[in-house]
């Protein structure tokens, strides 16, 4: 199992060939054999099997073969990793769907849902001994009081690199704000590239709360931030310039390297 596991936190991080047909090569059999496997035992909360499974179809992109993953595999890996408390691996995998598939995909949605629900069940994994409102401590009690949001910096801007891409989308990041009111610690759960989740995890690390309170006394406490990120007109005052063609690659402002 640990070796599978290796396995599978490197796939998080690498990018898979992926053939532009379906060619029917002795590779591509083995996933299509595997895949209906892994799906199967995630249907059944068999989670260790599934992840098992997975590991063949993981051995083979490590070993460099060209195949196309369904359109599913980071969903339903991130199914099997969060019911078997891989939470922190679940949020980077449900991510990715979310990343590659697009709004409208089947399971965008539940990507979504289960990218919170890793994020809060890992939190609650590492604070077990530590009350945390909106975490371990159920809302609603009447002797609880929310933390209240003190200062706020500049908010998030383009990073150069993001203004360049033309992207366009929403970063959301959780976070974690302690008995002092001070933010301890920033997760990226959706991301645009180019810099931009880190743009807002910094937001939101300046910021400063009266913290919140449980029976009177400070705890920590569990939140999330949502930023949607949209390029103005281009043709309006001060718009973004269009992207040029640029042979020699891209310094990391943005800039063109034969260019400046």
Not at 7 to 22: E, I, N, P, R
Not at 96 to 115: M, S, V
Not at 147 to 170: D, F
């Amino acid at each position: 199992m640990k070796n599978v596991l290796i396995g599978l936190a490197t796939l998080l991080f690498v990018t898979a060939t992926v053939s532009v047909g379906h060619a029917q090569t002795a590779a591509q059999a083995q996933v299509d054999r595997w895949w209906p496997v892994a799906e199967h035992m995630v249907e059944k909360e068999l989670f260790a099997q599934a992840l098992s499974a997975i590991s063949n179809i993981v051995g083979l992109i490590e070993d460099g073969e060209s195949i196309e993953l369904p359109s599913d595999f980071w969903f339903v890996l991130a199914q099997a990793l969060h019911g078997e408390g891989l939470h922190r691996q679940a949020v980077g995998s449900a991510a990715r769907h979310i990343a590659e598939q697009g709004p409208g995909a089947d399971h965008y949605l539940d990507a979504q849902a289960l990218t919170y629900a890793a994020d809060k069940a890992d939190v609650r994994q590492r604070y077990s001994d530590r009350r945390v409102l909106g975490v371990n401590v159920k809302p609603g009690n009447p002797n609880m009081v929310p933390p209240v949001l003190k200062r706020s910096g500049p908010k998030p801007r383009y990073t150069p690199q993001a203004r360049w891409a033309g992207v366009e989308g929403a970063v959301g990041v959780s976070y974690i704000i302690g008995e002092d009111g001070r933010v301890i610690e920033v997760n990226i759960l959706r991301d645009i590239g180019f810099g931009m989740g880190d743009a807002v995890a910094k937001y939101v690390k300046r910021r400063r709360y009266e913290p919140a309170t449980l029976n009177g006394e400070p705890v920590a406490a569990y939140s999330q931030f949502h930023a949607s990120f949209r390029l103005p007109n281009r043709n309006a005052p001060g718009a973004i310039p269009e992207l040029r063609p640029c042979e020699s690659g891209r310094d990391a402002s943005g800039r063109c390297r034969d260019q400046r």
